[in-house]
């Protein structure tokens, strides 16, 4: 079959790109995302996995305006955590929080890509190369390519507290291109969160190595700036008897697509990824998730919901492939969607591919409306019809939210969606 045609632009960013000056060890790698980035070619509709979702604000060179809205506080207001934020794309050291913490070692990508080695050329660029198969990701590939600033996290012990990634929008037209890179060692624990918009638009990538008995915690926060274009992606690898969970809670926003490819290599591994979105008029939200088991003895959680309306879409794609040494998987996945009125639309794909005989695997997603029993019955005990309608919108997404292990970060993510319910987010 022949390749979908790529647009003239999109062509046209390709042939123009010039890579950023830096070391030995970060040029080898931006090359080698620039060879697989042009055998690849930009995306388009017509691609299998973005036919529910146009990528084309996402790939011009031009950055679509998106105005900044104020007022909006940080994520995880109140939490201890070790603080670390960019503005439009860019590390602000004199905002953030000294990176000095027992257990971890941390380090700006801009600094270390100086540097002709460092412990980030095992991760970076390495995961997200792997993860261009079976299915290319090539906007993940520009990102290794371009991206001139993120964090470097090595985690060698439990960490005490979380570390937050913050992000702030000052301009209509900041194009952000972050790369993370965590490498988890073997039995250490690390939770970092992520809150806020990167940019007008923002390409960011997120590779994690989680050792053999280690655990990574990821939760974020994409909040009300209505406008904003947003790609997330994050490359995970993980050993023996490792755990990775990830939950991500979104509120509006123009476009919004965050990718995850998680490997499951070692056996007894533990991957759960879930996702809460809430949707209003012009919104377009996709999930899209790649989990392969390749160790014995795994599990892996794939739970999202979805609240829609005045014309949102929302959009899941979802797959668990598990190869023939992978026996005794235990894969799961649910995606349902909540929609409150007739011009609101929930696109989905699950899919498994399974290649062992001693599998425990399902899938399973709906659409539909708010309960008219339940609603009456709140209705007629006194409720009143926007907060009746607000508490049976939070029962629907407590199950992707109960896939918080940490309590305290939990709670704020209720409070977080509480406030959005009460500022008509929904």
Not at 117 to 127: F, S
Request: charged share 20%; with cysteine.
């Amino acid at each position: 079959m022949a390749a979908p045609a790529r647009s003239a632009e999109a062509e046209a960013r390709l042939a123009g790109l010039q890579l950023p000056q830096s070391g030995a060890w970060l040029h080898l790698a931006r090359g080698a995302a620039v060879s697989r980035l042009r055998a690849m070619g930009l995306p388009v509709k017509r691609d299998e996995y973005w036919k529910y979702t146009d990528p084309t604000p996402l790939t011009v060179a031009a950055v679509p305006v998106a105005q900044v809205i104020p007022g909006e506080t940080e994520g995880f207001d109140g939490i201890d955590c070790l603080r670390l934020v960019f503005v439009d794309g860019v590390f602000d050291a004199a905002a953030s929080d000294n990176p000095a913490l027992a257990g971890v070692e941390i380090s700006r990508l801009a600094e270390a890509a100086t540097q002709d080695i460092h412990w980030a050329h095992e991760v970076y660029g390495v995961l997200e190369a792997r993860g261009q198969t079976p299915v290319a990701r090539p906007l993940a590939a520009l990102n290794s390519a371009l991206a001139t600033d993120g964090v470097l996290i090595r985690v060698v012990g439990k960490v005490s507290k979380p570390v937050a990634l913050v992000y702030h929008q000052t301009s209509t037209a900041s194009d952000a291109i972050l790369h993370h890179c965590v490498k988890v060692e073997d039995g250490a624990e690390l939770t970092l969160l992520e809150s806020g918009p990167a940019g007008a638009r923002s390409n960011t990538v997120m590779e994690v190595q989680v050792a053999d008995g280690a655990a990574f915690h990821h939760v974020r926060t994409q909040g009300r700036d209505h406008e904003r274009r947003t790609l997330t992606h994050v490359f995970a690898r993980m050993g023996n008897a490792s755990r990775f969970k990830s939950f991500t809670l979104t509120a509006n926003g123009a476009l919004t697509r965050n990718e995850v490819v998680l490997e499951l290599i070692g056996a007894d591994g533990v991957a759960h990824v879930a996702g809460a979105a809430l949707g209003n008029g012009m919104f377009h939200h996709d999930d899209t998730v790649f989990i392969t088991h390749q160790g014995t003895g795994c599990e892996s959680r794939q739970v999202f919901k979805k609240v829609l309306r005045n014309g949102a879409t929302g959009v899941f794609q979802g797959k668990i492939l598990v190869k023939q040494s992978a026996q005794k998987t235990d894969g799961y996945q649910i995606s349902q969607s909540l929609l409150l009125d007739d011009d609101s639309q929930f696109l989905c794909k699950p899919e498994l591919e399974i290649y062992a005989d001693d599998v425990k695997c399902s899938h399973g997603s709906t659409s539909g409306a708010i309960d008219d029993t339940a609603l009456f019955y709140l209705r007629s005990r006194g409720v009143p019809e926007r907060e009746a309608q607000s508490l049976l919108v939070l029962a629907f997404l407590a199950e992707a939210i109960a896939e918080i292990d940490d309590a305290t970060i939990a709670e704020a993510i209720q409070a977080r969606l509480e406030s959005w319910l009460a500022a008509g987010a929904h």
